[in-house]
T-cell receptor, first 113, second 108 residues
Framework: DAGVIQSPRHEVTEMGQEVTLRCKPI?????LFWYRQTMMRGLELLIY????????DSGMPEDRFSAKMPNASFSTLKIQPSEPRDSAVYFC???????????FGSGTRLTVV | EDQVTQSPEALRLQEGESSSLNCSYT??????LFWYRQDPGKGPEFLFT???AGEEKEKERLKATLTKKESFLHITAPKPEDSATYLC?????????FGKGTSLLVTP
């Protein structure tokens, strides 16, 4: 099992540009989570999908952020337009059920200049 | 509001010097308490899940315990390869709420 796969690993973009982060969860997992990690705030949940349906997006900071899960094997997190304060490490995680621990991907380090 | 507080923020140990990390929590309806290890540049790696007060789990030099208000991660005779950030998380519902972690450095 290749685990949760995220791409790209690093992204540097200019303020105002659109950024798309990608995630492939573990096959068979039905829950997918997007988290953001910063030194100041630690790991924060952005959005949770169950069976490809967004269940809770209350952690999405503002309308500039959007997430999709078109099928069980792929999810995207898009920021448009990006701002310097969006700079962080973004993690995707998946689980078999909501009662068990997650498996995290290696993250995407986003830098907005 | 659910809260998770980890202490200390940072800990430096000599190889072989045992110690404990603390995770205090307030949550309405705990479904589980989780410990993760995170190495620089990597995602958190799952270590343990504890579900009820009094429960204990062990893995190599690590032992996690749980009470109604806190959890401890005991590290016995640590080695330099145990250096990492250790994260605690509670699961009141479907999501995990994480503490900010304890950064552990074990020196030879």
């Amino acid at each position: 099992d290749a685990g949760v796969i995220q791409s790209p690993r690093h992204e540097v973009t200019e303020m105002g540009q659109e950024v798309t982060l990608r995630c492939k969860p573990i096959s068979g997992h039905n829950s997918l989570f997007w988290y953001r990690q910063t030194m100041m705030r630690g790991l924060e949940l952005l959005i949770y999908f169950n069976n490809n349906v967004p269940i809770d997006d209350s952690g999405m900071p503002e309308d500039r952020f959007s997430a999709k899960m078109p099928n069980a094997s792929f999810s995207t997190l898009k920021i448009q337009p990006s701002e310097p304060r969006d700079s962080a490490v973004y993690f995707c995680a998946s689980s078999l059920s909501t009662g068990e621990g997650y498996t995290f991907g290696s993250g995407t380090r986003l830098t907005v200049v | 509001e659910d809260q998770v507080t980890q202490s200390p923020e940072a800990l430096r140990l000599q190889e072989g010097e045992s110690s404990s990390l603390n995770c205090s929590y307030t949550v309405s309806g705990l479904r589980g308490l989780f410990w993760y290890r995170q190495d620089p540049g990597k995602g958190p790696e799952f270590l343990f899940t504890l579900y009820s007060a009094g429960e204990e789990k062990e893995k190599e030099r690590l032992k996690a315990t749980l009470t109604k208000k806190e959890s401890f991660l005991h590290i016995t005779a640590p080695k330099p390869e145990d250096s990492a950030t250790y994260l605690c998380a509670v699961q009141p519902g479907y999501a995990l709420n994480f503490g900010k972690g304890t950064s552990l450095l074990v020196t030879p």
